[in-house]
């Protein structure tokens, strides 16, 4: 009677949980000086549980590729210090329940936590949602962050170089775990 | 007698507190399904292993290699300056009225686990080529507990001497090192490594054509941009071979200004290519700075927006 209450339990709450391995995330940095962009493509895990419409988001710090891989070392050794905190987090509800079982283009926001370099901030992140058939579905979405937000140090030298803004930008598509 | 307590309750009422307490768990167990994930992964630990990064901000500590190499279509180039004597004090502003004598190198990585290098030292007007192949990288967590890098370097001077090289052929030295290196922590990192230098025309006439040393190095890292450093060498002969022979070290302090790692030390070798700084014999120090820039050569596209 356990086990087959467990299992309907299962069955009902991961039918409705998508999940993403191919979650590619970007960030774009422009400065006067200097415009810095780096990808992260094996780097990151996410799902969605639309039972509970709750998002997590985990991305590998060591994931980034810049085509400068100096820079990637600094960005690892002193900026994200990656040895430190390892991850980034995104952990949150989505703002409005969503149909994710009708096939269209769709708005989504959620609310929750971010965690970068250690530090925890709530943020509301919005996207894209094309919902496709056989329960895939294709997000996007960009948004802003503060590295000053997240007690990332930028020493005073390198200001020019560095934008107080860094466009993050998502991309992934998530497919029903059943 | 419980037992018998039990079976005299109404059945109905049994199952029904039964299987609340059974929903009760299950819903428990639920809640837990969903958050031990988040839970695990909120964790700040690594998942996987990889290759330890920055161990030393250089390819170089500060006369000698560390276990550095630029990454793949990385072009480093690198200027090393050294003043005068400083020990003649005010009277030639501790060495920097001698003015700097220059070593220029340029290295590129074709692999990320091998790099050509060609240099120039104005001390002795040698030019050297090396070789510069990575053999393990340390890793974290667990896994290869070292680094190890070995470097082959061929010098030719461009004095013509006839007493001191009669032939061509004796203008030629050779340097074979094999170094291991450790990152200890976020700050200290320790380099050890075994040197063989081959001369075809020895120094002195009581010097071996070969010999070996002994390299250690030390590095603490003391904010994110700013590290101390220490290097020294140690001959593997008997003072006897060279009574003149000064062990070459050098200390000094390295900063990271975005792209530019730039050092500033102080040392009592001789030359400046490392066979000279090897063979210190004269006493004297230096004040001096190396200047390092990396270019990358690899291709991909730059994401804008």
Do not use: Q
């Given at each position: 009677m356990k086990r087959w209450l467990a299992t309907l339990c299962l069955t009902t709450t991961w039918a409705q949980r998508y999940e993403t391995d191919t979650l590619v995330i970007r960030f774009y940095s422009d400065a006067p000086l200097e415009k810095i962009a780096a990808e992260n493509k094996n780097g990151c895990r996410s799902w969605i549980d639309f039972a509970t419409d709750s998002v997590y988001v985990q991305v590998r710090i060591r994931g980034f590729s810049?085509?400068?891989?100096?820079?990637?070392?600094?960005?690892?050794e002193n900026y994200l210090e990656?040895?430190?905190?390892?991850?980034?987090?995104?952990?949150?509800k989505l703002v409005a329940p969503f149909p994710y079982t009708q096939p269209g283009t769709y708005a989504v926001s959620a609310r929750g936590m971010i965690e970068i370099h250690g530090v925890r901030r709530e943020e509301v992140l919005s996207g894209v949602y094309e919902v496709k058939p056989q329960g895939v579905l294709q997000l996007s979405g960009r948004f802003l962050v503060r590295p000053t937000d997240y007690k990332i140090k930028i020493p005073r030298l390198l200001w020019e170089k560095i934008a107080e803004e860094v466009e993050v930008s998502f991309y992934g598509i998530y497919r029903r775990r059943d | 007698m419980d037992r018998h307590r039990l079976s005299s309750v109404n059945p109905c009422t049994r199952i029904k507190t039964l299987s609340y307490r059974k929903v009760l768990l299950v819903l428990i167990w639920i809640k837990l399904d969903c958050c031990s994930f988040i839970s695990i992964a909120w964790g700040q630990t690594l998942e996987e292993r990889v290759p330890v990064l920055?161990?030393?901000?250089?390819?170089?500590?500060?006369?000698?290699?560390?276990?550095?190499?630029?990454?793949?279509?990385?072009?480093?180039?690198?200027?090393?300056h050294r003043f005068g004597d400083l020990t003649q004090g005010y009277r030639n502003f501790f060495g920097i009225d001698a003015g700097a004598t220059v070593r220029v190198s340029l290295g590129y990585s074709p692999?990320?686990?091998a790099e050509v290098g060609i240099e120039r030292t104005g001390i002795g007007k040698w030019w050297n080529g090396y070789l510069k192949l990575r053999l393990l990288r340390q890793t974290e967590p667990g896994g290869i507990p070292i680094s190890m890098t070995w470097i082959t370097s061929a010098f030719v001077t461009e004095v013509q001497d006839s007493v001191r090289y009669p032939t061509f052929s004796d203008r030629w030295e050779y340097l074979h090192q094999l170094l291991i290196a450790r990152k200890f922590s976020r700050s200290v990192s320790l380099l050890a490594g075994a040197l063989v230098l081959h001369q075809n025309m020895a120094l002195e006439t009581s010097l071996p054509n070969?010999?070996?040393?002994?390299?250690?190095?030390?590095?603490?890292?003391?904010?994110s941009r700013l590290t101390v450093f220490a290097?020294?060498?140690?001959?593997?002969?008997?003072?006897s071979v060279l009574p003149s022979y000064r062990l070459p070290w050098s200390a000094g302090t390295e900063i990271e200004t975005g792209g530019h790692v730039f050092q500033i030390g102080l040392t009592n070798a001789e030359g400046l290519s490392e066979n000279r700084t090897l063979l210190t014999q004269r006493f004297l120090l230096r004040l001096g700075f190396n200047i390092s820039r990396i270019f990358s050569f690899q291709g991909g596209p730059v994401y804008g927006p």
């Open positions: 810049f085509p400068n891989k100096l820079m990637e070392e600094h960005f690892n990656s040895d430190k905190y390892p991850y980034a987090y995104f952990r949150g | 920055a161990t030393f901000k250089g390819t170089r500590l500060y006369n000698f290699h560390t276990t550095e190499i630029p990454a793949a279509h990385h072009l480093e180039f690198r200027v090393a692999l990320n686990w070969t010999w070996g040393w002994a390299l250690l190095g030390a590095r603490l890292k003391l904010t290097e020294g060498c140690l001959p593997l002969w008997k003072r």
